[in-house]
Nanobody, 116 residues
Framework: EVQLVESGGGLAQPGGSLRLTCAASGFSIASQGMMWIRQVPGKEFDWVATIDRDGIYPIYRTSVKGRFTISRDVAKNTVDLQLDDLKIEDTAMYHC?????????RGQGTQVTVSS
C-alpha cells in the first residue's frame, strides 16, 4: 500500500526556517518523481517543488525559488523540503504527492504557520 506521511511543520517567525519530511512507503522514491504542494483553507492546491525520479533536476515555483530546497534520501525513502527565509504568505498545509500508474497519492499534510 502506498503511503506518504509528512512531518516537520510548525510555527516559525518571518525569516525563519523549517524542514519538512515526507516518509514514503509501498514504493521506492528512486523510481518516482515527487512533489510538494500546499494549500491555504478555501483555496486550491499550489504546486511548490518537484524532484525528478533521478533526483537531479529540482524545480520550484517562482515565489519560493532560492528559499526552499527539495531533496531526497533514497536509503530512507524520504523526501525533504527545507524552508528558509519564510514569509507570512508561506503559511499553508504542505503535502507531498506522487503519481504511480496514473494514480495520484497525497499525504495528510503538515501545517506551516509563519507569524510574528
Amino acid at each position: 500500500e502506498v503511503q506518504l506521511v509528512e512531518s516537520g511543520g510548525g510555527l516559525a517567525q518571518p525569516g525563519g526556517s523549517l524542514r519538512l519530511t515526507c516518509a514514503a512507503s509501498g514504493f521506492s522514491i528512486a523510481s518516482q518523481g515527487m512533489m510538494w504542494i500546499r494549500q491555504v483553507p478555501g483555496k486550491e492546491f499550489d504546486w511548490v517543488a518537484t524532484i525528478d525520479r533521478d533526483g537531479i533536476y529540482p524545480i520550484y515555483r517562482t515565489s519560493v525559488k532560492g528559499r526552499f530546497t527539495i531533496s531526497r534520501d533514497v536509503a530512507k525513502n524520504t523526501v525533504d523540503l527545507q524552508l528558509d527565509d519564510l514569509k507570512i504568505e508561506d503559511t499553508a498545509m504542505y503535502h507531498c504527492t506522487t503519481r504511480i500508474s496514473s494514480v495520484d497519492y497525497r499525504g495528510q499534510g503538515t501545517q506551516v504557520t509563519v507569524s510574528s
